[in-house]
């Protein structure tokens, strides 16, 4: 016995929440009419006096409701299943089988009250209906609306009613009758259905639950998407630039290419420290780091590179969405432009609204493709309420590329990330995770090293160099 509760305990545990829940309503509603039984057929079958006849009708009035509360225990359960959509069929049979059960107990409990073996001055009579009507007004309600069967229920009551009185019943039990059954009758409809509502309402909640777990799972693997091309666009852009430059410097035999190769290797390790960043969701963008590091690479390239910055002293939340800007920007100039110059202006308006634009004056003809690259700032320039537009002058032949947060998302503090110590971490390398510094760029991308020095014109056409095509930010969207 021990064994078999704790079985039975365990089992229940291994449930859902959602389960327990479903299981121990069913079981509170099938439980329901045996208890208006209970309540009420005794005190009916101790009332009953007289003949053997009296007696034979009092126990089929007595089998009659225990009739009524199998067919309404197995009524509720398919009702339930039918108004929660799981039983496409609703019980019709059992509902009529119950009504043609509950229509003959009444018309015995009439015949009783008619010769007088049941007093009509007591309870009796209407506490044997009180016992069966719930059942069938409970599986009546699930399956019909609610007000059609509130009016059925109470046309009913008033018709058991007038039955009463015709047997010879007195206006003060007609009254208690009436009170007793209507009450009986809208328990009946109400419980079960509010019960099943119930439970509908928790089977939306668990849905919802897990549509939000999926989308959490969707959304993380947008995210690193989106961070591992912003991440690697711009890392593998400059070692096939440094990667062209060393092949260069090797054909002159130039002592610098050995430095080049050194710093494409240096690049490349960080560039997996900031993949592990991604990878745990710990990475963050610094714009002053991000406005160095552009302007050191597109200098590398050949590329003058020109900041115009306010320094309007922009929130954490602002700052990195802006940095994600200049690094695609960056990016998209290496791969897609054939720019001599690029501007990037920073500036804050007296309204507290900050732009970050960059023009470059190598526009390509526009080719009517986009990538995922620009898709993936406006993304994270949504979360500040900022904007992200690319605007093509065919008559100066230059791109811009605007990016607008106003002062509500300029003042949107965005919290720091939380990282464990030790690679990739605060403790570790490459904690802040905003790439190579300028300085870790080594001294060719910023053109100030010995390699920057001997490739001469070289440099400036190292653009096409870049990785592939890649899935990066729009070809003729974007050239900025």
């Known amino acids: 016995m021990i064994h078999w509760g704790r079985e039975k305990r365990r089992k229940w545990q291994r449930r859902s929440k959602l389960q327990q829940v479903e299981v121990s309503t069913y079981w509170l509603l099938l439980l329901s009419p045996w208890i208006f039984y209970v309540s009420g057929m005794p005190q009916f079958a101790v009332q009953v006096a007289g003949p053997p006849a009296a007696t034979a009708m009092g126990g089929a009035v ?22 929660l959509g799981t039983e496409q069929d609703p019980p019709r049979r059992l509902l009529v089988t119950g009504l043609v059960t509950f229509l003959l107990t009444t018309a015995l409990v ?27 007004t409970g599986v009546y309600g699930l399956v019909v609306p609610r007000r059609r069967s509130a009016a059925v229920t109470a046309g009913g009551c008033v018709l058991i009613t007038a039955a009463f009185a015709a047997a010879g019943t ?61 991440v690697m666009g711009r890392d593998l852009s400059v070692i096939a630039l440094k990667s062209e430059l060393a092949t260069q410097l090797a054909r002159r035999d ?69 940095g994600w800007v200049v690094r695609e920007g960056a990016t998209n100039v290496l791969r897609h432009a054939e720019a001599n110059c690029c501007v990037i202006r920073l500036t804050r308006d007296a309204a507290g609204a900050t732009a970050l634009v960059m023009e470059n004056d190598g526009l390509r003809p526009d ?31 230059v791109f811009r590329l605007r990016a607008e947060i106003p002062a509500s998302g300029s003042r949107r503090p965005h919290p720091p990330p939380e990282a464990p110590d030790g690679p990739g971490g605060p403790g570790g390398p490459a904690s802040s995770g905003d790439g190579p510094a300028p300085e870790e760029a080594g001294p060719g991308a910023a053109g100030t090293g010995p390699g920057a020095a001997e490739a001469g014109p070289e440099a400036a056409g190292l653009a096409d160099a870049a990785v592939g095509e890649g899935t990066g930010a729009a070809r003729g969207e974007s050239h900025g």
């Open 170 to 230: 007195t206006w003060p039990a007609l009254l208690g009758t009436l009170f007793v059954l209507a009450i009986s009758g809208l328990v009946g409809i109400f419980s079960p259905r509010c019960s099943a509502w119930y439970l509908a309402v928790m089977r939306e909640l668990d849905g919802a639950r897990e549509a939000q777990a999926q989308l959490a799972v969707a959304e993380e693997r947008l995210r690193f998407s989106r961070d591992l091309h912003d």
């Open 254 to 322: 130039a002592a610098s290419a050995a430095e080049q190769m050194r710093e494409v290797q240096e690049l490349a390790r960080a560039s997996q420290t900031e993949v592990r960043a991604v990878v745990r969701g710990y990475r963050e963008t610094g714009l002053e780091t991000e406005l160095a590091g552009a302007r050191a690479v597109l200098r590398a390239a050949g590329v003058d590179c020109r900041i115009e910055s306010a320094q309007p002293g922009l929130e954490s939340g602002a700052q990195a969405a802006l």
């Open 110 to 136: 009439t015949a009783l009250i008619a010769r007088g073996w049941v007093a009509d001055d007591n309870p009796a009579p209407t506490m044997a209906l009180f016992a069966g009507l719930p059942s069938l």
């Open 62 to 83: 007595v089998v009659l409701g225990l009739l009524q509360c199998l067919l309404g225990v197995r009524g509720l359960r398919r009702g339930i299943d039918t108004y």
């Open 367 to 397: 080719q009517g493709r986009g990538g995922s690259g620009l898709t993936g700032l406006r993304e994270r320039l949504a979360a500040v309420d900022g904007t992200l537009t690319g605007e093509r002058d065919e008559t100066a032949r």
